[in-house]
Structures are given as C-alpha cells and as structure tokens.
C-alpha cells in the first residue's frame, strides 16, 4: 500500500472510531446574532497606545461594553479629524466588507486603529497639513458618535485621508 492509501486508511477509521459531534462546531456569525445588538449606552470609548513608523501614525482606539451582557456590533468603523471650529479634512474610507457580527463580551473589550500620515514627509499641495485636536469615530450600526481628544497634525486632502479598521476581539 503506497504512503499516501495508507494516510487514507487511518483518517477513515479514526473517524469512524472518534467522530466529532456536529453541536461542536458553531459558526461566530451564528453567535453573534443570538446576541444583542451594542447600544451607546454601553460602550465606552478611549484612547490606547500611539505609535508611527515610516511616515505613518497609528492610534489605537477600544471599544469597551461597560453593560452586563454580550453585545454584538457589525464592526464597521469611521474616523474623521476635527479642530477648535469642527470637521477637517475628508472621513476615512469604509472598511472592507464581510467578517460577520463582532460579538463584544460583558465588561471586554474589542480594538480597532485609525492610522494616518505623516504630513512631514508628503508633499505640501497634496497634504495640505492642519493641526488636529480631537477624532470622531462613529461604529456603523451604534447610534452614536465617540468623540476623543488628540494633538496631532493631520492631512486634509482626500488622496491622505485617514484610515480605520474595522473592531476586532481578542
């Protein structure tokens, strides 16, 4: 018997021997919807760690669910830029599509990064720099906007817009 009839082989009897019970395995997005849905009232927003490297900033942002049970959010995120008169610059772009329902457990935590450029090394007239003082971040499907102070300066033009990812756990 070749090497690889023989690997065949002991699949097969393993799984007649040890199956796995099909209750097991359940997908995250079925979890997620058994779960109901974040409210603003629940969650608490803040600042984690800043950091840059190669012409780049990046903030990370925590979403926290302040309530005493598991929320669950579509995940999807915005960033916008603001100064001392309101809104600067263009908003993030959307977050990629896909990945199923975020499921943020009681009193956890879930992330996700706005990261922008640098205007020091991009060319003025394509960057157009302006001092930054606070982000608004606004999750898809949660009826609220977050709002946090940053001192940063910041790209206004739509070419270097900010960037976010979409929450994730874990």
Same mark, same amino acid.
């Given at each position: 018997?070749?090497?690889?009839?023989?690997?065949?082989?002991?699949a097969?009897?393993s799984?007649?021997?040890f199956p796995?019970p099909?209750?097991?395995?359940?997908?995250p997005?079925?979890?997620?919807?058994?779960?109901?849905?974040?409210?603003?009232?629940?969650?608490?927003?803040?600042?984690?760690?800043?950091?840059g490297? &190669?012409? *780049?900033?990046y903030?990370? #942002?925590r979403?926290?669910? %302040?309530?005493?049970?598991? $929320?669950?959010?579509d =995940?999807?995120?915005r960033?916008?830029?603001?100064?001392a008169h309101?809104?600067?610059?263009?908003k993030?772009?959307r977050?990629?599509?896909g990945?199923?329902?975020v499921?943020?457990?009681?009193?956890h935590? &879930?992330? *996700?990064?706005l990261?922008w #450029?640098d205007p020091?090394p %991009?060319?003025?007239?394509? $960057?157009?720099a302006? =001092?930054?003082?606070?982000?608004r971040?606004?999750?898809?499907?949660?009826?609220?906007?977050?709002r946090?102070?940053?001192?940063?300066?910041?790209?206004?033009?739509r070419k270097?817009?900010?960037h976010g990812?979409?929450?994730?756990t874990?």
């Open positions: 018997m070749t090497r690889f009839r023989t690997l065949a082989v002991l097969a009897v799984a007649i021997l796995v099909a209750a097991t395995a359940v997908a997005a079925t979890i997620g919807a058994a779960v109901a849905a974040c409210s603003a009232g629940d969650l608490h927003v803040s600042k984690g760690h800043l950091e490297a &190669a012409g *780049s900033r903030q990370t #942002v979403v926290k669910n %302040t309530s005493g049970a598991d $929320c669950a959010t =995940g999807f995120t960033y916008r830029f603001r100064d309101g809104p600067i610059g263009n993030s772009t977050n990629p599509s990945g199923g329902r499921v943020i457990e009681a009193g935590s &879930a992330r *996700s990064v990261s #450029v020091g %991009t060319v003025p007239s394509q $960057c157009r302006q =001092g930054a003082v606070a982000f971040m606004t999750i898809n499907d949660v009826d609220a906007y977050f946090l102070p940053i001192d940063a300066s910041v790209c206004t033009t270097y817009r900010p990812t979409r929450l994730a874990g």
